[in-house]
């Protein structure tokens, strides 16, 4: 069963913008946090962005001031807004819906993201 789904990926040039979004459970903003990460080749999986416990969000530093996340309660969709984009953001991204109480952590199947000229 598919929880989590990512879209939006694709290539896009430096400097330019691409937004992402991710469809989550219906129960997601009452009893989860959603966040968004990378993983790019060679490399282990890194923080990207996330709503925080209390209701706020965070950002990992190499992306602070350039991404961000933001959702959509009525369409159950978390949206991670990528500006100015480099090369060094390219990875492929995950969503994840994580029980705050430990009951579940869905990952979504991962958009790539390129960015080259």
């Known amino acids: 069963q598919v929880h989590v789904v990512e879209s939006g990926g694709g290539l896009v040039q430096p400097g330019g913008s691409l937004k992402l979004s991710c469809s989550v459970s219906e129960i997601a903003f009452r009893v989860a946090l959603v966040g968004w990460y990378r993983q790019a080749p060679g490399k282990q999986r890194e923080l990207v962005a996330t709503?925080?416990?209390?209701?706020?969000?965070a950002y990992g530093d190499s992306v602070k001031g350039r991404f961000t996340i933001s959702r959509d309660s009525s369409k159950n969709t978390v949206y991670l807004q990528m500006n100015s984009l480099k090369p060094d953001d390219t990875a492929v991204y995950y969503c994840?819906?994580?029980?705050?109480?430990?009951?579940?952590?869905?990952w979504g199947q991962g958009t790539q993201v390129t960015v080259s000229l």
């Open positions: 709503f925080t416990n209390n209701g706020g969000t």
């Open positions: 994840n819906e994580k029980s705050l109480a430990g009951k579940y952590d869905y």
